[in-house]
């Protein structure tokens, strides 16, 4: 297979653009710097493109490793023909090149290869191939061997019968056929105690075809399955591949036509049918698990995205019933300034002593925002708070905080570390403030998949799914750029280039020499060579170094043509501090001929432009601003058109959940979310936007709100 040529027509692009990328992926180059730094080579491909274009990379060089193994394989049994070459090679799938080995694969003991050990071999080509002018019986008494244990007609008969199963079932072209056909076929659920109450009851007798069967749903019977409460099963057009074998293999023999129906049949049922069943279930289940690790993907980018609430006093509140509530002071740039524990939900409702302590903590270090988790007694909390607020006329806003794997990084050998003197909740409380500040410095310290923006997650690919996110996450953080002189090292890590052990010990050299006044300092880490500093030093920043471009995302390997590029627009290098050369891109009138004249390509002087005009920039500054509040919403207090402002807080594929601020999150489904038809949720909204909703109904007594975005404003 010519890996390249297969590449450039799958993603629609040239044939250059894959080469390039594949030499600098085997280079070692990562996503992130190609897609940032390489722009010229790629054809500007982005680093969601170029990821998928790896994982294909690395599927076909599997793909190819397996052909060549199993050509090899059946080259020693001395059987490897040119069609069986030829057909290896316009194998485009696993799948396929397994069915051209099944044949030649070594076989445990079945009723086939005992009918052989008896000699019925013949007698199976002769049925087989419908050579006989005689009824098969007549035939069949010439195999009759009491020594081999063939002692009637129809012993030699079933065995030949078996043999002739076997050998439909390891024919490459039936199973395509079969397979193909079983795929117009219908997904069938049933209960396993139509009685039982369960949250699998719209499965309870439930058939969908095959081919729109949407991946949440495959996720759902899944676990319903796993959970035995359903039963599963694939039910394809029996009649239609019955007929598509019988029309292949019978040729009208009125003395085998009869046997060789009913050895169809039999080697459909016992040997086909399950194998098939089985490989339309896994590829139901891969597809499906694929959809969801895009969509957790997406919304964990949205997540990590959110824009930060820099310099701020941030007092953090983290829920409790009966251990109390916990609560963290954290300044502008996430220090801990004070905790404390209150109890002003039941079952202690010492409301006034924490009333006091709130008040105190607020007065003593300038709070603006309470920060309140999404969990545990979060509605009492946020009560609390904004009785407080009113009460004492505080000028003091809130947020309520999605703590999702708060509690995991607070029980971590991470969390520890940060703060050993602090018990877990008191760490979740901390985690709490810095995730409003940063989000995505504080994110990072958690595993993807525990921040909970998914569906199902726990039920795919773990392997799979840990590797998607890690790779979200790594794009995230490269794409805002991370301050080398106060990142953590959960957050260096996922800078290109740089991994757990080369984090640490840049960390170590911080410590033991001060801030980085450059980046070339970075030469000085240990474990950080010239191919390490190629991948990381861009996406490195330094605020106030003795190199002005440093706090730029321009790459060190082009600041002599930033350098020229300023002198020529009549600028000095320290105009760059401070609020950056605003008018440099309109300086530049031709691009090609500047760039030409300064030795890079359109793209990296485009790029050097941008970071130029806004050195220090940060993506997430034009996203949305989360929405701060002082007054609250009950379920009970909405009604039937009531126009709010939300925060959409996952995507999956029917629909969206928006918080709007009476702690229970409301669902738009996917027909509310707007007027044009869309395929997903996706197309129109992502995790983290701001959006105006419009309630459709409320029920307090379920817990459920259901909204729309469709004519809000009517």
């Given amino acids: 297979m010519d890996i390249i040529k297969t590449l450039a027509e799958e993603f629609k692009i040239k044939e250059a653009q894959v080469e390039n990328t594949v030499k600098l992926i085997d280079e070692g180059s990562t996503i992130p710097f190609i897609a940032r730094y390489r722009k010229e080579m790629t054809g500007s491909l982005d680093d969601v493109i170029l990821r998928e274009l790896s994982d294909r990379l690395i599927y076909l060089r599997n793909l190819d490793e397996k052909r060549e193994q199993v050509r090899k394989l059946i080259a020693e049994q001395e059987q490897l023909t040119d069609e069986i070459n030829a057909a290896l090679d316009k194998a485009k799938t696993v799948t396929e090149i397994d069915d051209i080995y099944r044949p030649f694969r070594p076989k445990r003991r079945t009723r086939a290869t005992i009918a052989k050990e008896k000699g019925l071999e013949p007698l199976a080509e002769t049925i087989l191939l419908q050579l006989t002018d005689i009824p098969v019986e007549e035939e069949a008494k010439k195999y009759i061997d009491a020594e081999k244990e063939v002692n009637t007609t129809d012993d030699a008969i079933a065995g030949a019968m078996d043999i002739i199963a076997e050998k439909i079932s390891d024919d490459a072209e039936y199973r395509a056929i079969i397979r193909n056909l079983s795929m117009s076929g219908v997904v069938t659920v049933k209960a396993v105690d139509e009685e039982a109450e369960s949250v ?4 309870y007798d439930y058939s969908e075809p095959i081919k729109k069967i949407p991946g949440h749903r495959i996720l759902a019977i899944n676990r319903g399955e796993k959970e035995k409460v359903l039963s599963v099963k694939i039910e394809p057009p029996i009649e239609a591949i019955y007929k598509r074998l019988e029309n292949k293999i019978i040729k009208g023999n009125p003395y085998t036509d009869h046997i060789l129906k ?14 098939i069943e089985r490989e339309i279930r ?21 997540l990590l995205l ?24 954290v300044d502008g740039i996430g220090k801990v300034l004070d905790t404390g524990v209150i109890y002003p939900v039941p079952p202690h409702n010492k409301v006034e002593q924490a009333e006091k302590i709130i008040l105190n903590m607020i007065k003593k270090h300038g709070v603006e925002i309470i920060a309140i988790g999404n969990g545990t007694a979060s509605r009492e909390t946020e009560l609390f708070a904004v009785n407080l607020i009113k009460k004492a006329k505080l000028d003091v ?43 995505l410095a504080e994110l990072v310290k958690i595993e993807p998949k525990s921040i909970g923006v998914g569906q199902y997650q726990h039920d795919m690919n773990q392997k799979r799914l840990s590797e998607a996110l890690g790779g979200v996450v790594e794009d995230c953080v490269n794409s805002v750029g991370v301050d080398l002189n106060t990142a953590s090292p959960s957050l260096l890590s996922y800078v290109s280039g740089i991994n757990g052990t080369i984090a640490k010990n840049v960390l170590a050299y911080r410590e033991e020499n001060g801030k980085f006044s450059s980046r070339k300092e970075l030469m000085k880490v240990a474990k950080l060579g010239p191919k390490a500093y190629e991948q990381c030093a861009g996406f490195l920043r330094i605020t106030d170094g003795t190199e002005p471009l440093d706090n730029t995302g321009v790459h060190p390997e082009s600041y002599k043509a930033a350098q020229e590029l300023i002198e020529i627009c009549g600028y000095k290098p320290e105009d760059i501090k401070g609020t950056g050369l605003k008018g440099i891109g309109s300086k530049v009138r031709d691009k090609n001929k500047m760039a030409e004249q300064l030795g890079i390509g359109v793209p990296t002087l485009t790029d050097i432009i941008k970071e130029l005009e806004k050195p220090g920039r940060d993506p997430r500054d034009e996203m949305p601003k989360p929405i701060l509040k002082s007054d609250i919403l009950s379920i009970e207090d909405l009604k039937e058109g009531m126009v709010l402002k939300g925060t959409v807080r996952n995507v999956i594929d029917f629909g969206v959940f928006v918080d709007i601020g009476v702690h229970q999150d409301g669902l738009v489904h996917i027909s509310q979310i707007c007027d044009r038809y869309i395929k997903h949720p996706l197309e129109a909204v992502s995790v983290g936007d701001i959006v105006d909703v419009k309630v459709l109904s409320a029920d307090a007594k379920k817990h459920r709100i259901s909204l729309s975005m469709k004519d809000v404003n009517k």
């Fill in 262 to 275: 009913a050895v169809i049949d039999d080697s459909y049922k016992r040997l086909i049918a399950p194998a």
């Fill in 306 to 329: 959110q824009p930060p609430i820099k310099d701020k006093t941030v007092l953090a509140l983290d829920p409790g019933y009966r251990t109390g509530c916990k609560v963290a002071v």
């Fill in 282 to 302: 896994n590829g139901l289940t891969e597809k499906a698990e694929e959809t969801g690790i895009k969509v957790f993907g997406e919304n964990l980018k949205q």
């Fill in 397 to 439: 806003s809130y947020i309520i905080v999605n703590e999702a794997g708060a509690s995991v990084y607070s029980a971590s050998k991470l969390g520890s570390q940060e703060f050993p003197d602090f018990d877990v909740a008191l760490r979740s409380a901390v985690s709490l403030g810095r995730r409003l500040q940063d989000p």
């Fill in 200 to 203: 699998y009851e719209m499965y």
